[in-house]
């Protein structure tokens, strides 16, 4: 890898109060045939700094397009990482699945300062009462990103691309208008997850994300109070692999569209 990635890499390195990745495009609602940009963002509160694309950081890039589904490449350095277009309308379902990474925490504060933040509060006791350690606490995660993206008459559905942890919107979010409910339901390897919080972030208030739990269907019901773009987070923590060097494992999946 380039000394250029090499830096990039660094700078992206995960912390506790800056974890969300999200994929964002130059329009959430372009036009047939309209060039398209896909930044690889990573950041808080809806804010971030674009990464580049690199092969390496994802095992699986697909978009789904009607019955279709086919491979998302972009160039290593590339900035923003994807750049595409599509000759017909639909809408277009981008899923990235990153590949696993470390990173750890230095206190015990600071690892349940993060926990709750992402409303992991339940791993907090576990994380006790498992006499795990109080320094040097070592995690390793994978991201798990989807983008709604509306061409044209943005047209059709979400629907389950097979990432491991996965949120799938119930109804096509170009069709809704401030004010609507947009039914959401989490999947982890497929199956419903109950009790997970998803996170709401919009462009019109990013500082005040909107908290939800899942039911024992893994739904919930994500209001969309103003236009423009959303951004739903979740996190699942569970216990690492056997011979894993880590205390957790932790998924993370995030789902991006727009209301007109």
Request: contains cysteine; hydrophobic residues 40%; aromatic residues 12%.
């Amino acid at each position: 890898m380039t000394s250029f990635l090499l830096l990039f890499l660094c700078a992206a390195a995960p912390s506790a109060t800056a974890h969300e990745f999200w994929l964002q495009p130059n329009s959430y609602f372009p036009s047939s045939g309209a060039k398209i940009t896909i930044s690889h963002n990573y950041g808080q509160n809806f804010k971030g700094d674009g990464l580049p694309y690199v092969g390496e950081w994802h095992q699986r890039y697909i978009v789904s397009d009607g019955d279709r589904e086919r491979s998302v490449r972009g160039y290593d350095g590339d900035l923003p990482a994807i750049q595409t277009e599509f000759d017909s309308g639909g809408l277009k379902v981008f899923g990235y699945f990153g590949t696993p990474e470390p990173q750890s925490y230095d206190s015990l504060d600071a690892f349940e300062t993060y926990l709750r933040k992402v409303g992991l509060d339940h791993v907090v006791a576990r994380h006790r009462q498992q006499g795990k350690p109080a320094t040097e606490i070592r995690e390793i995660y994978a991201r798990n990103a989807k983008l709604l993206l509306g061409v044209g008459d943005a047209s059709g559905s979400d629907r389950a691309l097979g990432l491991p942890l996965e949120l799938i919107a119930g109804r096509n979010p170009y069709t809704l208008r401030a004010g609507d409910m947009l039914p959401v339901r989490l999947l982890y390897k497929g199956k419903p997850i109950a009790n997970i919080a998803i996170f709401t972030f919009s462009k019109a208030d990013p500082t005040n994300p909107v908290k939800t739990m899942t039911d024992s269907e893994g739904r919930a019901a994500i209001a969309l109070p103003a236009r423009g773009a959303y951004l739903l987070n979740a996190v699942h923590m569970f216990e690492p692999a056997p011979g894993e060097k880590a205390e957790w494992t932790s998924l993370w999946a995030s789902l991006t569209f727009a209301v007109r």
